[in-house]
């Protein structure tokens, strides 16, 4: 156990999504359960959808999910270069015993000639497999001209897979594949097998998509006489109709955007090990360390998983309210409005114990407290548009308010006191709570929702409290 070797090899063509990040927590934890090592590997051989800073972002948002590699990219490691474009004659010199062995050939087949052969296996009824119409007389390979794998051991393949379990696929299955493009940089088909067997990896996990190209991958490891690792193809992660892969087309958002919008990364990384991954129980709160210790790749489930994003921002809410304030505090000053930085780190700490319930994420914290930290726009429409309200007259609404600046008058300012205070107004008023509060409420703050009225009350302090509620007294009169 002691020797387990995972990696995580993303491509850099863009943001790093959803089902980008959970391929990496997997390996992570792996290999973490047994000091073993977590590498991270860039395969950039594709330079058309190669994107500039991609690399930069991919690194950036493992660190700061704390998914920190031992060995690769811009640390290094015994195995290096982790930039499969700086790994050119590692792959030439396994190509070239293919070579030697007759199992590889040059390919320089013009496109329109393989369309051609795709015609005649169309008009034959057969797929389409490019062995069966392998040259003849093959140049000899050199950079500039593709390389193909040649497949000479035609048979039903068998493997075992620790998510998927026992399975096999026939000859149909196998084709000559290119090792080599024309540019001398490998193909993944090729690139990911040499790039494993040198970095010493152990266990491959990876997304269900790879399942239909094992049959390839075996003959490829059988003809390099390389001994086959521990292979673990997890499910996809579906989207919210539970039909088809999420994706960004149908609104999926990169795990930088769930970040910045204040999802918490303790948060994201449970609940992405939880999405197809249970232990057996009913437990929905995972710290790291607790699922190093659990998890295992047998218990991953070998059907899609819904991507639920209020399952995530629930999540996300309870582990908001598993910090205390003191904890929390230091993650949302990139989420208080720009008026906060006028008051003092206490008072921005008040505002926050109050609101902490409520967040769902800490983008919230800006609309859900603004009305602390500076005077609210009145806006009567929503005091007479309110659901509560909108049955009465501004005669009736301005008594209400005139009464509570009569109870408040002399009154010890405490979240205790407030509260008997505002109960006994009920009492005088004959009104609901609903009623009387969403009216109390909207004058001191003109938001859509606020934390408990009495609570919001101290905060504000005694003079700013009253002076609100008369100048919502002159906006109805």
């Known amino acids: 156990m002691s020797k387990i070797r995972t990696r995580f090899a993303p491509s850099p063509t863009g943001y790093i999504h959803i089902g980008n990040v959970r391929s990496a927590i997997y390996p992570y934890l792996i290999a973490k359960q047994s000091g073993g090592k977590f590498v991270l590997r860039i395969e950039d051989t594709d330079r058309n959808r190669y994107v500039e800073g991609a690399t930069e972002l991919i690194e950036a948002t493992l660190k700061r999910l704390g998914l920190n590699w031992d060995e690769g990219a811009d640390i290094g490691g015994k195995y290096a270069p982790y930039f499969q474009t700086e790994r050119k004659e590692i792959y030439h010199k396994w190509a ?112 269900q998509e790879y399942i239909s190209s094992m049959p390839n991958y075996l003959s490829l490891y059988e003809a390099l006489e390389i001994k086959y690792p521990i292979f673990a193809h997890v499910p996809h992660i579906l989207g919210a109709t539970g039909t088809k892969k999420l994706s960004k087309r149908d609104g999926a958002k990169s795990v930088t955007e769930y970040l910045d919008e204040g999802v918490l990364e303790e948060a994201l990384l449970n609940f992405l090990a939880c999405l197809g991954w249970n232990d057996g129980s009913e437990k929905e709160i995972w710290t790291m360390a607790e699922l190093v210790k659990a998890f295992s790749l047998d218990k991953v489930q070998r059907s899609g998983a819904r991507f639920d994003e209020n399952k995530l921002l629930w999540l996300n809410g309870q582990w908001l309210r598993s910090f205390t304030i003191d904890e929390l505090y230091p993650r949302c000053q990139a989420f208080f409005p720009p008026p906060a930085q006028n008051y003092p780190e206490t008072y921005q700490k008040q505002v926050l114990g109050v609101l902490q319930d409520r967040l769902k994420v800490l983008k919230d914290l800006e609309v859900m407290s603004i009305y602390f930290f500076e005077e609210p726009k009145a806006d009567v429409a929503m005091i007479l548009g309110n659901k509560f309200l909108r049955k009465y007259q501004k005669s009736e609404l301005t008594d209400w308010l005139e009464q509570t600046l009569t109870v408040l008058e002399a009154t010890t300012w ?64």
Request: charged share 25%; no cysteine.
């Open 96 to 207: 070239k015993r293919l070579i030697d062995k007759g199992l590889a050939y040059a390919d320089d087949t013009p496109p329109d000639q393989i369309e051609a052969y795709k015609k005649i296996a169309r008009d034959q009824k057969q797929p389409f497999l490019f062995r069966d119409f392998r040259p003849k007389n093959p140049p000899a390979w050199r950079e500039g001209i593709a390389l193909r794998f040649k497949q000479a051991n035609l048979k039903r393949w068998h493997w075992h897979d620790v998510v998927m379990g026992d399975l096999s696929a026939g000859e149909g299955a196998l084709d000559d594949f290119i090792l080599i493009k024309q540019d001398g940089l490998p193909t993944y088909n090729f690139g990911h097998i040499i790039d494993d067997a040198e970095m010493k990896i152990t266990h491959i996990i990876r997304g």
């Open 414 to 477: 405490t979240s205790d006191v407030l509260q008997k205070k505002l109960n006994q107004l009920l009492e005088i008023t004959n009104r609901k709570p609903a009623e009387l509060f969403s009216l109390i409420r909207i004058a001191l703050s003109y938001a859509p929702f606020s934390p408990a009225l009495n609570d919001t009350m101290v905060i504000l302090g005694a003079q700013t409290t009253k002076t609100r509620i008369k100048n919502a007294i002159q906006l109805l009169r």
